[in-house]
């Protein structure tokens, strides 16, 4: 490790004790601050996602795509004030701040019976919360997680996932994850994967949008193996009367079952691409909310 990323990981440590005591107000007030400053100093990430948000969303006039941009950014901090904040969540106030909707019913009847649930989620909303949730009102989660510079801040935030009853596999540096989660499967296990945007590039080009991009193929290939069900889940957020935090709202789409006939690689491709469908449906409703600000698309329209 190198000085520069010991001091990083110890300033990363020292914000998130400092944000855990605020009031919540001054906490997510703060977040909010910074966030209207990164969009104003326009740096790369809000470059890229306002190309992002022109791609889905190209009926907007440029005032409104800026003013959603904003949004965006806002998000996105808010996301970074709830992990911060997430140590002094407990099951009781996690359950207060989450709102299951969609083919809920259908996912929580098959984890009820013992059997493996996979989930397609896309970078939307606040999916730490819902893993947090999930270990004590929904099922034990196992998931992968990208390993992030500095590594300090990585290994903080797995250890604590892992407190709270979440299995995390690193996606590079660690065993075979593709087992891993096979294993995890064949024991009844409960897989959120984020999969809208490939990061192995083993991925299948798929339409999001109208647009080109590579999602994973994990999820879909787990269910078309192992018979496990699999749906998109889009999680976004909505306001709490009275409350600086906002509510969680996880919605389940329809599970995607395999085409029954094609090439193995057919069926995942069209398993993948419904649930991309599903969570595109989602980004166009709640734009603000998808904090995707890497590059996606294959081709940006011009």
């Known amino acids: 490790m190198t000085p520069r990323e010991r001091a990083e990981g110890l300033a990363y440590r020292a914000a998130w004790r400092l944000v855990c005591r605020l009031p919540e107000r001054a906490a997510y007030g703060a977040f909010d ?47 970074w004030c709830d992990a911060f904040r997430l140590p002094r969540e407990t099951p009781a106030t996690l359950d207060e701040r989450i709102r299951l909707t969609g083919h ?10 013992g059997e493996p649930l996979i989930l397609f989620l896309g970078h939307l909303g606040n999916w730490d919360h819902c893993g947090a949730w999930a270990t004590d009102h929904f099922a034990p989660v196992t998931t992968v997680a990208e390993r992030l510079k500095p590594e300090s801040v990585f290994d903080a935030f797995v250890d604590f996932r892992e407190s709270l ?4 596999l690193p996606l590079t540096g660690g065993e075979h994850v593709y087992s891993q989660l096979r294993e995890a499967i064949s024991r009844g296990g409960f897989v959120p994967l984020l ?36 749906f998109p889940l889009a999680i976004t957020y909505e306001p709490i009367p009275g409350r600086a935090a906002q509510r969680v709202v996880a919605r389940f789409g329809a599970r995607v079952r395999p085409p029954g006939q094609g090439s193995a690689d057919a069926q995942v491709h069209a398993m993948t691409q419904q649930c991309v469908d599903a969570l595109g449906e989602t980004i166009r409703e709640r734009t603000q909310d998808w904090h995707m600000m890497q590059r996606i698309f294959v081709e940006y329209p011009r």
Do not use: F
């Open 104 to 113: 809920d019913a259908e996912a929580r009847a098959i984890v009820d019976r």
């Open 165 to 168: 009853g979440m299995r995390i």
């Open 195 to 230: 999969s809208d945007r490939d990061l192995t590039r083993s991925g299948v080009e798929v339409t999001l949008c109208g647009h080109r991009t590579r999602a994973a193929v994990g999820p879909a290939k787990l269910a078309l193996e192992t018979g496990a069900a699999l």
């Open 33 to 79: 601050r910074v966030a209207r400053s990164l969009h104003r100093r326009d740096g790369r990430s809000v470059q890229q996602l306002r190309a992002n948000y022109a791609a889905v969303r190209p009926e907007l006039s440029s005032e409104e795509l800026e003013s959603l941009v904003g949004e965006g950014v806002s998000s996105y901090l808010r996301y």
